[in-house]
């Protein structure tokens, strides 16, 4: 015989709807490469390398090229210091 699905409850409809990611405004290409030195040096290379990313969108300069390469080249340094090797060699 057939089984019949449960139908899903609200708690689940709930969570779904919190899933869905708002646009976020789209900020200039000099506001962008004015964050990325304040988030090397703070050692926030993800956020670094997601930045370089969005910046590589509208033009490819080699500025931002090097930039990307310290964003991931410090990112693979921080996981190899948390024994994250597999992971830094990855990147």
Request: net charge positive; aromatic share 6%; hydrophobic share 35%.
């Amino acid at each position: 015989m057939s089984r019949k699905r449960k139908k899903a409850g609200k708690s689940s409809i709930r969570h779904r709807s919190t899933q869905v990611k708002k646009p976020t405004p789209e900020l200039s290409p000099e506001i962008l490469e004015q964050q990325i030195p304040g988030l090397l040096d703070a050692a926030k290379y993800r956020e670094a390398v997601n930045v370089c990313k969005n910046l590589l969108k509208f033009e490819q300069r080699q500025e931002w090229l090097d930039f990307l390469a310290r964003a991931y080249e410090g990112r693979a340094h921080g996981l190899a210091d948390k024994g994250m090797f597999k992971e830094a060699i990855a990147i």
